[in-house]
């Protein structure tokens, strides 16, 4: 349909005007490409969408194809490949060219797709803004096998204001995603600072970062003397694996670049040839969670959707795990300040016991053992109270030297070994130890261990017939393991006198109660050994 130049302009004018106020990707091509096509006369025109090293391309707009290319919901237009694909994807689409036919309309035609409206040939131009690449505008008529040179600079100065705008539209999602994310994550950090130290504290940090940030997957690897183990997943909507979260959705070239690097990877198209990858996150990013200057995991994030990982959810993952190390070291710092306070106070109440009740019961016994001398001539059964009163009173007095030595151990501000070292000398044992290469375990550690080791070395006192007893301390990054061992005569397996194993259990359940184990190994005539394992 030919218009009068003043018309001509006005649709230039109002393609102008779409181009320029757009900022929805969608609506501008779709609105752009009928006034382009009211402008030209042509009949159809499609757009594609894509990156030049892509292998995948959005069908991103459609003005009146024909019949044979809407079937299955333009099912042709939406797989497969063809001229104008091939040429933009290896770099000799770069302007406004005729191509000599369509390959989807001429597959349209071998496989009796239906009505291709008499087209055959179209025109293909370049999206672009400066030398970065979009897409490609395709436009079409029937019977029309060629474009004159006045057609193709006005479709190609077209396609340039559409590239423009594309690059703005972009630009200001890329802005506008970058804002939502942050954002996001400013109220993920907030709902972090307000968590209490659980057992559970960081599959509740995995869970919220997930919830909140909107991707379909996130998983967390801890590094445990260089092997990782998973320690949370979050699977959101459209997440993928046979369990929505299996580690093998993240590539293993990712993890090891994160781990042998100490800097975040990022991956796109896993299958460049289009194909599903196998499970795995077609793109995403892993980034360290670095503790005490060391790996200490690898947060990974990603989707099912190829490109959908950017590198502003990169970014964003980046600062997620800055806030989660931040946040656990917060919390270990404060479990840290507890400890001293909790160890504040029981030197506070071991001291109170010893100033004033130890002292009292002492001179009780004083008392009672003055009266028995100061009443020579005293009833029998006056004597006798008396004397009561004083085996009580010294009995007492032993009873609170022990409560205060469990509340302050002999020793152990010195080290968990010297303590025991020393509670075994005063139940007469020779107590020899053993440590290599050891960390600082937190309070709640040390006092099962303290608690779990007097156990055993009274079970050696009492049970094993030896004066001997010997304690080995060991740790890795993830678990400390101490054993108590004796030269004893020791036992069958399932013997045990009702003394004893009511010791194992108790020894046991302090050890359960911190998720840590005890197994008893005791052979006749080779001694017992007590292995206790907490997890650090």
Known sequence: MEHTPIRRLELLRE?????????????????????????????????????????????????????ALLVQDRKPMRSGTCWCVEQFRDGRLRQAVNILNCKRIEDSV???????????????????????????????????VRFTDEELELLQGIAYQIGTALHRIRLFGKERKRADLFTKLGEV?????????????????????????????????????????????????????????????????????????????????MSQSGRRSGGKWRSGAAVPILLKSRVWGVLAAGSPEYDAFDEIDAGALEALAAHIALTLETMWLNEKSRELTRWEERNRIARDLHDSVSQMLFSLSLNARGLTQALP???????????????????????????????????IEEGLLTGLQRYGEQIGLRVSYRCGEFQELPERL????????????????????????????????????????????????????????????TMKERAESVGGTVTIKSRPGQGTKVIVRLPI
Not at 110 to 137: N, V
Request: glycine content about 10%; overall charge negative.
């Open 15 to 67: 393609i102008a005007e779409t181009i320029n106020g757009a900022y929805e990707m969608e609506p501008m091509l779709d609105i752009v490409l009928k006034k382009l096509l009211d402008l030209t006369g042509l009949e159809t025109g499609w757009i594609f969408l894509m990156k030049p090293e892509a292998r995948r391309y959005r069908f991103a707009a459609d003005a009146n194809l024909p019949p």
């Open 377 to 411: 001539d005293a009833s029998e059964g006056t004597r006798e109270a008396l004397e009561q009163i004083q085996r009580l009173s010294q009995s007492a007095i032993g009873e609170m030297r022990s409560m205060i030595g469990q509340l302050r151990p002999a020793g």
């Open 110 to 144: 071998r496989l009796r797709r239906g009505d291709t409206a008499g087209i055959t040939h179209h025109a293909s131009i370049p999206l672009r803004s400066g030398e970065e690449l979009f897409g490609i505008l395709n436009v079409a008529s029937p019977g029309k």
């Open 446 to 505: 040390q006092n099962v261990f303290w608690r779990i080791g007097q156990e055993a070395l009274n079970n050696v006192s009492k049970h094993s017939g030896t004066s001997a007893a010997s304690i080995e301390l060991s740790n890795n990054e993830w678990e400390a393991c101490m054993t108590i061992s004796d030269d004893g005569p020791g036992m069958e397996a399932g013997e045990s006198t009702s003394p004893l194993k009511y010791g194992m259990l």
């Open 189 to 269: 950090s907030r709902r972090f600072a307000a968590m209490q130290p659980a057992e559970d504290s960081i599959e509740e940090m995995i869970r919220l970062s997930g919830e909140r940030m909107g991707w379909p997957g996130l998983v967390l690897y801890i590094d445990e003397a260089s092997v990782l183990k998973r320690g949370a997943v979050y699977a959101g909507e459209g997440a993928v694996g046979e369990d929505k979260g299996t580690p093998e959705v993240v590539p293993e070239e990712a993890i090891r670049g994160v781990l042998d690097h100490h800097r975040p990877m990022r991956w796109g198209d």
